[in-house]
């Protein structure tokens, strides 16, 4: 069946560190993907999304492109900030509803 | 304006209590969803609903129930509560919905059920 699996966290950076979080996935055609992030006692905010093959989805710094032929998703960031830290999620839409990873946590020491 | 709200934020109850989470919308979507976030942080559909119509019905058990009295609200009542029901729920919404929907959903900041 579909599924998002993500790199294990959690993981700690120093502020102005460069980030990178994989995600790859598997589906049958080709859905939509997001990056989600969920700070402490919060929802989940929709950081920024890719809908077909190479599109690069981009929100506050952070980036990811959509790779079909690697089934990848991977966000980025140039220079994280302590206020990045929180918990990552990327997520397939399929069938109408989404499918998470099991989430990274991110933290980051100034 | 809060786009997703749900009530209560926290939910304290004992074993074989019913209770009930409220979501509501502001933002003129279509479909409404519950989402199960477990201790790890894992997070699952329930079910989802298009214009008041049951649409994705996840193999969760019938003692949780779903009802939406129109678009813009989705309530989530629960029947005889099990300690493994512990979890953080979330309300999502989206503006078109259905079995081809890829939209991007808005999540409400979570009910946290404890149940002892």
């Known amino acids: 069946g579909d599924s998002v699996t993500q790199m294990e966290g959690p993981v700690t950076l120093s502020e102005e560190a460069f980030l990178t979080i994989n995600c790859t996935y598997t589906?049958?055609?080709?859905?939509?993907l997001f990056w989600y992030v969920q700070y402490p006692g919060e929802g989940l905010q929709l950081l920024l999304k890719?809908?077909?093959?190479?599109d690069k989805g981009s929100n506050k710094g952070f980036e990811a492109t959509y790779r079909k032929e690697t089934t990848s998703f991977h966000l980025e960031k140039g220079s994280v900030q302590v206020s990045d830290s929180a918990v990552y999620f990327c997520?397939?839409?399929?069938?109408?509803?989404?499918?998470f990873g099991q989430g990274t946590e991110l933290s980051v020491k100034p | 304006d809060t786009a997703v709200s749900q009530t209560p934020k926290y939910l304290v109850t004992q074993m074989g209590n019913d209770k009930s989470i409220k979501c509501e919308q502001n933002?003129?979507?279509?479909?409404m969803y519950w989402y199960k976030q477990d201790s790890k942080k894992f997070l699952k559909i329930m079910f989802s609903?298009?214009?008041?119509?049951?649409?994705i019905n996840e193999t969760v058990p019938n003692r949780f129930s779903p009802k939406s009295p129109d678009k813009a609200h989705l309530n989530l009542h629960i029947n005889s509560l099990e300690l493994g029901d512990s979890a953080v729920y979330f309300c999502?919404?989206?503006?078109?919905?259905?079995?081809?929907?890829?939209?991007?959903?808005?999540f409400g900041p979570g009910t946290r059920l404890t149940v002892t």
């Open positions: 999502a919404s989206s503006q078109g919905g259905g079995a081809t929907s890829s939209y991007e959903q808005y």
């Open positions: 609903y298009n214009n008041k119509e049951l649409i």
């Open positions: 997520a397939l839409s399929k069938g109408g509803k989404l499918i």
């Open positions: 589906a049958t055609g080709y859905p939509s």
């Open positions: 890719a809908t077909k093959a190479d």
């Open positions: 933002l003129g979507h279509d479909t």
